[in-house]
């Protein structure tokens, strides 16, 4: 009895399948396909949003007819037309007298809130200066402004918690629609 041996041959290097004109081929169309039909997914996904919109407008002209003082809108009513109030106040011409009066005091006031009260056509201004002079002459410059009719030193306060111990104030007056 004679012992064979025999060999076993692992390659795990294996050259692959030699590329062929049909196998070029047939991974090109394949490529062409998958572009063709994401180009006819795109245009269906398009089409069936804008028949969605249309639809939805459709349905708003048949939805039934609703008691405006049973509705959310006729509760929101007061603060939604707050909202429109607030935002149609002009307010461009009295934020460049404040930014200019700012600028004006070599930017050592800050101002640091403004609040309207549309009902008493008033302006609430709160600031902070470096030391109460200059907060003294920041009013006395809007004093002389255009659209903020007698604006006037409402309260001020020194803050300890601060080490520079700035100034924080706060400015009252009547504001103009028209300059």
């Known amino acids: 009895m004679s012992a064979s041996r025999e060999l076993i041959e692992c390659d795990f290097v294996a050259r692959g399948a030699p590329r062929t004109p049909l196998s070029i081929g047939l ?44 509705s959310a809108d006729a509760r929101l009513g007061p603060s939604i037309q707050q909202a429109a109030q607030d935002l ?41 200066a470096r030391n109460l002079p200059l907060a003294l002459d920041y009013v006395k410059r809007l004093q002389a402004s255009r659209s903020n009719q007698y604006p006037m030193f409402d309260r001020h306060e020194l803050r300890a918690d601060d080490p520079q111990h700035p100034v924080r104030f706060e400015i009252t007056g009547q504001w103009r629609d028209q300059p």
């Open 88 to 128: 149609a106040t002009p307010w461009t011409l009295l934020l460049a007298e404040l930014e200019k009066t700012s600028k004006e005091s070599a930017d050592q006031v800050a101002v640091l809130g403004v609040e309207p009260d549309h009902g008493k056509h008033s302006v609430r201004i709160s600031a902070e």
């Open 27 to 70: 991974l090109a169309g394949g490529v062409v396909l998958a572009v063709t039909v994401l180009g006819v997914y795109l245009n269906f996904d398009g089409r069936r949003a804008g028949l969605e919109l249309r639809l939805a407008a459709v349905r708003r002209g048949q939805a039934p007819v609703v008691d405006p003082a049973d």
